[in-house]
């Protein structure tokens, strides 16, 4: 069977379901339009739908005819909280709500995959799962543990898992797949600063949070110098700095908001312990008190399993008109980790870049635009591997 062939006649519709989604964005746990769309295609493909999963997820269950193992294919659906400023006729409709990171294109992509599969269904192996996952961009209480713990993963239990993300950054048509770490853990701090304030004219008479705050930036950086393996991928942000009202009023208090990245739980660990050492140091120096707060529910490191990554890339070398390469980790999060802490998987990328269709921003940018016609390419992938990892003598082929 040629599946690109076949993704080729369902192409305008996985397009027309993207602009759908597209120009009705909902942010992370308010996605109830399109779990409604996502939930209503499936049905209509005859594939079995529990609503309300995790929140506003959708699991599609798809039974095929012969005895194998179970594969579970997620894909995201939430949008982001900025401004559309790409140049698209089907531009999103909610202001201050946009599809910046391309979950629109993944649940489209899915839906081709699952209407792909469903009309193969009597050649499948045993059970294709559909995880629709809500709130990937929430941080912290993402999407992806509600559903876990909703039992998605199991009855039946999943054996392998699969997570597709569109890329900005890589050329169009082409899979960025890697074995290993591929997505960092970030770990969301607040640093509160208690000082003593005063008059600006008579620091002498306070203890100026502003300032301790400024000599905690800098000594954090010291962290990523100083403290930690320097082969060990690491970076210490601190994006918010809150403090004082007036020029000539030296502040009770000062607050800091910082990420930390890591790909390996023992590198993470540290850091953390270092990040609250060094700022609880600093401040006691200068003779304030620093509390250091670690959001509790961060994501894991996203790592791919070997073995099963190797696999992915021999089947998704035998798409057509497609490149496969081996990508860099990326510092960002990603709630799949948690997926991948229930069953071995890959967590892959495909290329939009395309700068003759000026598709060049970043995923995020408030200009992001995706060049449509990878969405079949992404589509067939996701088919494929669930097609080949469902079939049990895949080893002997
Ligand atoms: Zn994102
Ligand atoms: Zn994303």
Request: hydrophobic residues 40%; proline residues 5%; neutral net charge.
């Amino acid at each position: 069977m040629d599946i690109l062939k076949e993704t080729v006649t369902i192409e305008p519709e996985i397009i027309r379901i993207r602009r759908e989604i597209h120009q009705n964005p909902e942010l992370a746990y308010e996605e109830e339009a399109t779990a409604k769309l996502v939930a209503d295609k499936l049905e209509a493909l005859g594939i079995e739908v529990k609503r309300k999963v995790g929140g506003t997820g959708v699991l599609g269950t798809l039974k095929g005819a012969r005895t194998g193992r179970v594969v579970a294919l997620r894909a995201d659906m939430d949008a982001l909280p900025l401004e559309e400023m790409a140049d698209v006729p089907f531009k999103s409709k909610i202001k201050g709500v946009m599809h910046a990171c391309g979950h629109d294109t993944h649940v489209a992509m899915l839906l081709g995959a699952a209407k792909l599969l469903a009309a193969h269904k009597d050649d499948l192996h045993e059970t294709i799962k559909f995880l629709f996952q809500p709130a990937e961009e929430h941080g912290g209480r993402g999407g992806a543990g509600p559903m876990i713990e909703d039992g998605v993963m199991n009855n039946p239990k999943v054996d392998y898992v699969f997570g597709l993300h569109i890329s900005g950054d890589q050329n169009s048509g082409v899979f960025g797949l890697r074995g290993g770490p591929i997505m960092a853990a970030p770990d969301t701090f607040k640093i509160r600063i208690i000082g003593k304030g005063g008059h600006g004219s008579a620091p002498h008479q306070t203890i100026d949070p502003i300032y301790i705050a400024a000599q905690i930036i800098i000594s954090l950086q010291g962290v990523s110098g100083r403290m930690i393996d320097p082969v060990q991928p690491f970076v210490i942000t601190i994006g918010a700095v809150h403090g004082g009202t007036k020029e000539n009023i030296i502040p009770d208090e000062a607050f800091l908001d910082g990420t930390i990245r890591t790909l390996d739980e023992s590198t993470r660990k540290r850091a953390k312990a270092k990040v609250e050492k060094t700022a609880e140091g600093v401040a006691r120096a200068f003779g304030a008190k620093a509390i250091v707060e670690f959001e509790k529910e961060a994501y894991p490191v996203t790592v791919n399993d070997e073995r099963v990554t190797e696999q992915a890339m021999k089947i998704l070398k035998k798409i057509p008109r497609t490149k496969t390469t081996i990508v860099k980790p990326i510092m960002g999060g990603e709630d799949f980790s948690r997926f991948l802490h229930e069953a071995p998987g890959t967590f892959y990328f495909l290329g939009t870049k395309n700068p003759a269709k000026g598709c060049t921003y970043p995923n995020h940018s408030s200009k992001f635009k995706v060049d449509e016609d990878v969405l079949k390419y992404g589509a067939a992938s996701l088919a494929l591997l669930a097609m080949n990892f469902t079939d049990p003598t895949r080893d002997a082929k």
